[in-house]
């Protein structure tokens, strides 16, 4: 097993090599002048030459792939032109937010969509099998960025349930003491009540809209890795011998339903970090995501390079703990 | 076992809790905002604090914030709104100021109370180390090339001496402009110069930055000993709120007390709301139809001057601008000191446009490419209007779309046949404005308009100290400008801010960017 992660680590190499030189490339490939952006439109061209060489861009693009791919060796991510700090700092200030968003719009996917699949193949092609497909299809095929206006028109423009989108905390509220960085756990850590909730009622509403498409996916997944395992001989067995159903269904079909469920659980975390981008910039939640967007505006090559190579990094590492955890749930698939 | 566990976590839990229970800063149920503090939204997050290197809306409003200039413009009442575009100064950290008989020299006298918010007094040594910063600068040493300036010295602690080359009206508009802010130059040499002031500022202004992440907010606290006297808002919290659907819901739900930037057709629903007042003033900020003068037909004077009576003027306004704007004139907006419009003959008339064609030999009409750059919905709402009303007078006007960037570098190629854009001149004056788009050499003229009358005109006016001889100058290029119609006037943007009713003494700048020292809010 050991043997398997580790020769699965050495096999993600060649994978992030080829990541660092598409997002190297796609940043150049972008229309527009990072040297313009940052004198403004108003300077001279010569300004702009001079910026530009003091940026590095006046280098041939190979020499600067070196340099670029040399800091990353060092673990230099580079330096933002729009902020003037290192990437990795101004990564390393905003990951707690994005961190905080993705955990909790993750488990609300898991924990509406792990029980409505099952419910909706238990009762198949009952009203609960229904309203779960066209939530699912709903769910999937919702653009985050109109969902997230909507939300906030409903919620907080009409309804007024939503409190302002304007971050992670109440105006005028301090953020809990800080020890982990993301506020709810820090709420409860220090015990300040009122910023658990107005933390929470922050959260809720971009996490929500960041799950919907996770949870259409999950859910429409594990019903239809369920409706095929509670077909199999050993379900009716259980059954037979007199088991009560919640059991069957609850462990015996369950654990042999999950391991799809945890592949695509996986899979989505790439489009969870596609959407924080989306979400983050509607809610004004000051996570990576609002960083990185503006970033793109910015024409700022390092953060978006920087983003691209993070986000393939932990998505290979998960998708390497998926198959892992795969072996757990399987044995048959365990790895030698 | 689990049970067990799982009882371990909870009173560890609960031990934590109790122990944190006291942090300090834990919030009380009595916490909210004071009626001294503000809470606007913007746009975008800035980009740097650096005087000389600021060149987007939020980060001058940082600069106008934090550091204070040598001279100020002028603000005056104007149909009971406070408004700064007489092309007059007052005095600021520059008590009086003379000029010599050649105006050559400049002497400025500071004040001799000002001190920084370090506590280190002005002196004329900081006006030399901030003149030479933006010498030295990337995005505002064109300004100091502008200004003609041969040397500056400080001929006693609080005198100092410009010399320049020859003289130049633009020197007052260009030193009371944010680029050149007087900087406490010890403390900003102590920390590192240029570089610190990236992402610090050492001014004397009356506001000092607390907090500031461009993907989020800036927390602006009152400087309690300006020199001019405490700012009576105590607190500014700039947010930063891409979507203009958020800024006005938040605006109407009075969750914030003003913003900027408010889409033109959500502005009757806010003038609706009985907290919220609107302010709407023409801006400096224009946008013009451009036609490349190398490019057969607009190589014709006659076809670019008949193309000037295709144009919906009104339309554009009331349609697409719903009012948020008024027509333009003249190539400066109604705003610049020395504007007029009386050599404008143009008006929506495609009958006289059809003549004009059929005299320039196009009675059959003729067809070209228009660019049409993205991010600004008016711009498109612009395009398809005209294309339909050039259409009527027998021209097809076949439309190229370009993502921003893209077009920003196609037109700056030159050669773009036909493109819309706008224009905000930062300093307020005409040779400023002209000298960057439709002199011959001007380096944003992407239409290629060359008239080496206008270019004599130009650079007369620009040595003359006069200002009514000036403006008489700049009257006559304007004219000559209008007949030779290089450009369809579109329309100059009024700048709309819209503030809850309790926010006091908001004051428009043509430059659009918001000055927060007058401004203060009432107790709800």
């Known amino acids: 097993m050991l043997r398997f992660a580790l020769r699965r680590l050495l096999a993600t190499v060649p994978t992030l090599l080829v990541v660092v030189v598409i997002s190297f490339a796609l940043t150049r490939l972008l229309p527009g002048d990072p040297a313009r952006a940052v004198v403004g439109d108003q300077a001279p061209p010569e300004a702009v030459e001079r910026v530009r060489a003091e940026m590095g861009l006046d280098q041939p693009l190979p020499v600067q792939f070196v340099s670029y791919l040399g800091g990353l060796l060092r673990g230099d991510l580079g330096t933002a032109w729009h902020t003037g700090r290192p990437v990795l700092e101004d990564f390393a200030d905003r990951l707690p937010a994005t961190l905080e968003l993705a955990l909790v719009s993750l488990a609300i996917a898991v924990l509406v969509a792990v029980p409505l699949g099952i419910a909706s193949a238990v009762r198949r092609d009952r009203p609960i099998d229904h309203f779960s497909r066209v939530l699912g299809l709903v769910g999937a095929s919702m653009p985050l960025f109109w969902l997230g206006l909507l939300m906030i028109n409903v919620f907080y423009g009409m309804l007024g349930w939503e409190p302002a989108p304007l971050g992670r905390i109440g105006q005028g509220l301090n953020p809990p003491t800080d020890i982990t960085g993301l506020y709810l756990l820090d709420a409860v850590l220090s015990g300040d009540v009122i910023a658990l909730g ?12 960041l799950a919907t498409g996770t949870l259409a996916v999950i859910s429409r997944m594990t019903r239809s890795s369920m409706l095929e395992v509670v077909e199999q001989d050993y379900v009716r067995t259980a059954r ?24 695509v659980l996986g899979l989505q975390l790439g489009a969870l970090m596609g959407g924080a981008v989306i979400t983050e910039t509607i809610f004004s939640w000051p996570g990576i995501g609002s960083y990185v967007t503006q970033a793109i505006l910015a024409n700022d090559y390092a953060p978006v390079q920087a983003f691209t190579i993070i986000s393939a990094v932990v998505f290979s590492l998960v998708n390497l703990a998926v198959d892992l955890v795969h072996g757990l749930l399987d044995p048959r698939v365990r790895h030698a | 076992m ?95 100021w003379e000029t010599s008989d050649d105006e050559r020299t400049w002497t400025f006298h500071l004040r001799d109370d000002v001190t920084f918010q370090s506590g280190n007094p002005l002196t004329a040594d900081d006006v030399v180390y901030s003149f030479e910063h933006v010498r030295d600068s990337s995005s505002a040493s064109f300004m100091y090339e502008l200004a003609n300036i041969e040397d500056v010295e400080a001929t006693d602690e609080h005198t100092v001496t410009l010399t320049l080359s020859q003289p130049t009206s633009l020197l007052l508009p ?47 606290q009152a400087n309690t000993d300006y020199w001019q006297g405490a700012p009576q808002l105590e607190q500014v919290t700039m947010k930063f709120i891409s979507e ?32 919220l007042a609107v302010s709407s003033e023409p801006s400096n900020r224009i946008l013009y139809f451009a036609l490349n003068t190398e490019v057969e037909p607009f190589d014709d004077p006659e076809v670019r001057e008949a193309l000037s009576y295709a144009i919906p003027y009104d339309q554009l306004v009331d349609d697409v601008m719903y009012g948020q704007a008024e027509p333009l004139r003249s190539a400066l907006p109604s705003t610049m000191p020395g504007h007029t419009d009386s050599g404008n003959p143009y008006s929506y008339d495609p009958d006289k446009a059809r003549e004009l064609l059929r005299e320039a030999g196009y009675e059959d009409g003729f067809e070209f490419t228009f660019t049409l750059g993205s991010g600004f919905q008016d711009w498109n709402d612009d395009a398809v209007l005209i294309k339909a009303a050039l259409e009527d007078v027998g021209v097809t006007m076949n439309i190229e779309n370009m993502a ?66 000036r403006d008489a100058l700049y009257a006559e290029a304007q004219d000559l400008i209008t007949a030779d119609a290089p450009w369809l006037y579109l329309y100059q943007y009024k700048q709309v801010v819209v503030t809850s009713t309790a926010v006091r003494g908001y004051t428009f700048y043509p430059d659009e960017i918001i000055r927060f020292y007058p401004m203060s809010k009432e107790e709800a």
């Open chain 2, 244 to 275: 203009a659907s958020n800024r006005v819901q938040l605006l109407d739900q009075g969750s914030i007390d003003a913003a900027i930037e408010i889409p033109a057709k959500d502005i009757e629903t806010l003038q609706r709301n009985e907290d």
């Open chain 2, 404 to 469: 921003r960037q893209q077009f920003l570098e196609t037109i700056k190629e030159g050669s773009a046949e036909a493109f819309i854009s706008k224009w905000t001149s930062f300093v307020n004056d005409p040779g400023y404005h002209l000298g960057f788009l439709l002199a011959t050499d001007a380096s944003s003229n992407y239409g290629h308009y060359s008239n080496p009358e206008v270019d004599e005109l130009l650079d007369q006016a620009r040595d003359e100290q006069d200002a009514d001889k």
């Open chain 1, 240 to 263: 037979a011998k007199g088991m009560p159903e919640t059991v069957v269904v609850g462990k015996h079909a369950l654990k042999n339903a999950a391991p799809p469920v945890v592949t």
């Open chain 1, 198 to 209: 107005s933390a929470a009622a922050h959260v809720i509403w971009p996490a929500l809209c």
């Open chain 2, 2 to 96: 689990r049970k067990q566990l799982i009882g371990g976590a909870a009173a560890a839990l609960s031990v934590a809790v109790l122990a944190g229970g006291c942090a300090a800063n834990a919030n009380q149920d009595s916490a909210g905002s004071g009626a001294s503090s503000l809470v606007i939204g913007y746009s975008e997050g800035g980009s740097v604090l650096d005087p000389a290197e600021a060149n987007d809306l939020t980060s001058d409003t940082f600069v106008y914030a934090a550091y204070d200039q040598l001279v100020q413009p002028k603000v005056e009442e104007r149909d009971g709104t406070a408004v700064a575009d007489s092309g007059q100064f007052d005095p600021m950290l520059a008590e009086s």
């Open chain 2, 174 to 220: 260009l030193v009371s402009q944010y680029s050149w802010s007087i900087i406490d130059s010890e403390t900003a040499e102590a920390n590192g110069g240029a570089e610190w002031l990236a992402r610090n500022t050492a001014g004397s202004g009356p506001y000092t930055i607390e907090e500031w992440d461009p993907a989020t907010q800036a927390v602006l």
